[in-house]
């Protein structure tokens, strides 16, 4: 009882002088690269809200404490180095009050990593809006001539193969399924999930600098469901893809040519009466069994583009 009168008094004393007793925050950022090794020297900023901010630098441990009085249960923290891509992360705090106005937990460390620049490339690179022309049919689309391939479109090799089947009644009744699939089997696509998911962490580079050698699926549907309450979309997801194209092997079965590349932000409407919308982002490096995905803006091998204005590097 004395504990809440303390705090009863305290409110209205800060309520009488104006102070809005926001309660505080605290948290560390601990900073670390791709291998887990600490970076030091890396600025870090964190928002607290509007008005209050702490910025500074990781020590030799790649540490960073920040501190500051806080309207809101959350925390944006932004990383910079030279020679690193850029991260950012929001930090959820419990969304209660308590402990004598501290947000909660007090000085949670936070580990953040920040991916080394090593080898930017050009790519052939594009944001695709398009529409798939029609439901229960194959049609191909050529990276290198970002276009579908003739005579829909004026592609000429069918890297990737898109289909939409299903039904669309309306938007609470809906059942398809948008299929993706590659000429030989050797070709493939590979997901790649986002730790942590993407609507709380980001990384300039939020694809891991190479492409794996194995593991590609020949073929890959994302759903769309939905019936009354229950529903699902495969494309909401925080999921990203490398792939692999174009393959050869040799007479003993080894991969002799290869292209690889990675997809963003797959997006489809679904199958109805009008075309299903697709969209999608993706990155293709020209350099056969070379899997480096890292994309250089300044180098884009599509022409005509707005460099980052339809691509976002990298």
Known sequence: MKSNGKVNLLLI???????GCSPRAKITIKVVDDDGKSVDKAKVAVYFDEKHNDKGSTDADGLFTASSVSRYSDARIAIAKDRYYESSYTYQFIPMRNDWGKWQPWNPVITSVVRRIINPIPMYAKHVETKIPRTNEWFG????????????????????????????????????????NFQHDTDGLLPYTWTPSWDISHSELDIPHQAPENGYLPTYKFYKFRKDNIKTNDCEKSIAFRFRIHRSTDE?????????????????????????????????????NDRNLEFDPKKNLLKGLKSTAEVRAP
């Not at 090799?157 to 309306?170: E, I, P, T």
């Not at 080894?254 to 982002?281: D, M, N």
Request: with cysteine; net charge neutral; aromatic share 18%.
């Open 252 to 288: 003993s079965g080894t991969l002799t040519y290869a292209l690889y590349g990675k997809i963003r932000y797959l997006k489809f409407g679904g199958a109805s009466e009008e075309p299903s919308y697709l969209q999608f982002t993706y990155y293709l490096n020209p350099t056969p």
């Open 13 to 19: 004393i800060c309520i009488v002088a104006g102070m």
């Open 141 to 180: 689309y050529d990276l290198v001539k970002a276009d579908w391939v003739s005579p829909v479109g004026k592609g000429v090799v069918s890297d990737f193969m898109f289909r939409v089947d299903g039904y669309w009644k309306d938007y609470r009744n809906h059942d398809t399924v948008l299929s993706l």
